[in-house]
């Protein structure tokens, strides 16, 4: 018993809808005796159009009180002159992965029985990747020169050190050797991106001595894009870099049956912050406010966020209501997001 504070950031276009029905279930779903006592923060689009502002200093401070982070989607209306590109996506979601040291970034790919896959004949589809949160292309470190000249120069440059690249490796092995096949899978472009490549590489070598169950295997970027459209039941756990991590992961989504359904946990696995679970899509601005989003995928992630926090059997619980809901899904369905909500809530119920 006792009560987890859960700071609630339900974001933009369909992330509020979703958020909704993920903290239905969630209320269900509770151990007896424990309480989400929430607190929810009107952050994203809205706030900054109004305010200007994206993540205040005290608003992070308070969010890092609490034990855990539900994150609906953030992400305004495209083309919005007043909104650029980036700034919501890196203030304030990339800002609080960085800041909350979620270097896990833990995106599990199943079929769950009864989901169609676009792929004919997937096989045993059962795999989870381990993306790298907090380093890569996406630390911002970076820069334009001469902008909108012929001679403008923009860069990106990834950055993977040691320490970052070492502990999410570790971090894959772990569940690597938990898993029945105890495989792992280094996803890199070590053939062109020769530094961090190489660094990903030798440590993984380095890790594989502690974890002599572990079977390793690699396979470039691209040539894993083809594996996953013809042969995904191959992959057990995937280790690979912020931005591969990003682009697989929504492939992976859609060969198990969509974007809908893809739940997603920004781990940090020493629990020095709270952890952060949101679903992998975004704010989906073409079907927002229309009750046609499919929140299984933020359902999905409170079943990761209460496995996080030690509830192994409320956390199954969620995941079997979904499955049980998967299974009995009409080709073609048209169930609002609150339906879906309502229907797995109650089955949770039981
Ligand atoms: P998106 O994931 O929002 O949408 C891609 C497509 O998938 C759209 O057609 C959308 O309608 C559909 N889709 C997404 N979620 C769905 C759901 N639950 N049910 C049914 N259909 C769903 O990706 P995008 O269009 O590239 O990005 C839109 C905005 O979201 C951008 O501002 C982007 O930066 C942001 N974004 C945020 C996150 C996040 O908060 N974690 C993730 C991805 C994109
Ligand atoms: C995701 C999103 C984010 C990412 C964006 C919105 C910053 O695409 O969670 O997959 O690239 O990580
Ligand atoms: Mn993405």
Do not use: C
Not at 171 to 193: E, G, Q
Not at 318 to 333: F, H, K, T
């Amino acid at each position: 018993s006792g009560s987890v504070r859960l700071a609630v950031i339900g974001g933009d276009g369909i992330g509020p809808e979703v958020t909704a029905e993920a903290l239905k279930v969630l209320e269900v779903a509770a151990p007896d005796g424990v309480g989400f006592e929430q607190t929810a923060y009107d952050l994203g689009a809205e706030r900054y159009l109004a305010t200007g502002e994206v993540l205040p200093d005290s608003v992070l401070a308070e969010i890092r009180e609490h034990d855990a982070i539900l994150l609906g989607a953030v992400g305004g209306k495209p083309n919005d002159p007043n909104l650029p590109p980036g700034i919501l996506e890196r203030g304030l979601l990339l800002r609080l992965r960085f800041e909350l040291d979620h270097y896990v970034n833990l995106r599990p790919s199943r079929i769950f029985p009864g989901v169609t896959s676009p792929l004919a004949d997937p096989g045993d589809v059962d795999f989870v990747v381990v993306r790298e949160g907090t380093e890569g292309p996406y630390t911002g470190n970076g820069g334009a020169l001469r902008v909108g000249t012929p001679a403008e120069i923009a860069t990106e440059v990834s950055v993977n050190t040691a320490y970052g690249v070492q502990r999410v490796v570790r971090d894959a092995f772990a569940r690597a050797a938990r898993r029945p096949r105890k495989k792992l899978t280094l996803v890199h472009k070590t053939n062109v991106l020769v530094h961090a490549g190489s660094l990903w590489w030798r440590t993984v070598q380095a890790v594989a001595t502690e974890f002599p169950d572990v079977t390793v295997d690699y396979i470039h970027v691209d040539a894993a894009m083809i594996f996953l459209a013809t042969d995904p039941a191959r992959f057990d756990v995937v280790v690979t870099d912020n931005l591969f991590g990003d682009i697989l992961t929504d492939l992976a989504a859609a060969i198990t049956g969509g974007i809908g359904l893809a739940a997603s946990g920004n781990v940090n696995p020493d629990r020095t912050s709270p952890s952060m679970f949101e679903p992998v899509h975004g704010s989906a601005p073409d079907i927002a406010g229309q009750q046609k989003a499919d929140p299984t995928a933020a359902i999905l992630s409170t079943s990761l966020l209460l496995d996080h926090l030690g509830y192994a059997d409320a956390a199954a619980a969620v995941e079997d209501a979904v499955v049980a809901d998967l299974a009995d899904r009409e080709p073609g369905s048209t169930r609002r997001t609150s339906e879906v909500g309502d229907a797995i809530a109650a089955r949770v119920a039981g």
